[in-house]
């Protein structure tokens, strides 16, 4: 499993924006994925998490109900799709993967670079 999480930029409140996670191993069907993400002076913190087959997703309350997590399995990519982002949403965001559905949430065993999403107050 190698992962590169892209798609981070600056957006202002209210905008939306869509990460991705490639993973250029062959195996990515085989893993739960998950986003993360960690704010500037802050632990990082769980935001959403797919299972392998996508059928099965879970959210942050946080972020649950703006954030969506999908995944296609044929181009080995997992997304984040953001809308009404806050400033609170500020933080490097990390894609991971594990083969444990409920792990990924909290102890994944693979983790990618992270990409920094910015909203400016």
């Known amino acids: 499993v190698q992962l590169q999480a892209s798609g981070g930029g600056l957006v202002q409140a209210g905008g939306s924006l869509r990460l991705s996670c490639a993973d250029s191993?062959?195996?990515?069907?085989?893993?739960?994925m998950g986003w993360f993400r960690q704010a500037p002076g802050k632990e990082r913190e769980f935001v959403a998490a797919?299972?392998?087959?996508?059928?099965?997703?879970y959210y942050a309350n946080s972020v649950k109900g703006r954030f969506t997590i999908s995944r296609d399995n044929a181009k080995n990519t997992v997304y984040l799709q953001m809308i009404n982002l806050k400033p609170e949403d500020t933080a490097v965001y990390y894609c991971?993967?594990?083969?444990?559905?409920?792990?990924?949430?909290?102890?994944?065993?693979?983790w990618g670079r992270g990409t920094l999403v910015t909203v400016p107050a």
């Open positions: 991971a993967a594990d083969p444990d559905y409920g792990i990924v949430r909290t102890n994944p065993d693979y």
């Open positions: 191993g062959r195996t990515f069907s085989n893993y739960a």
């Open positions: 797919i299972s392998w087959s996508g059928g099965t997703t």
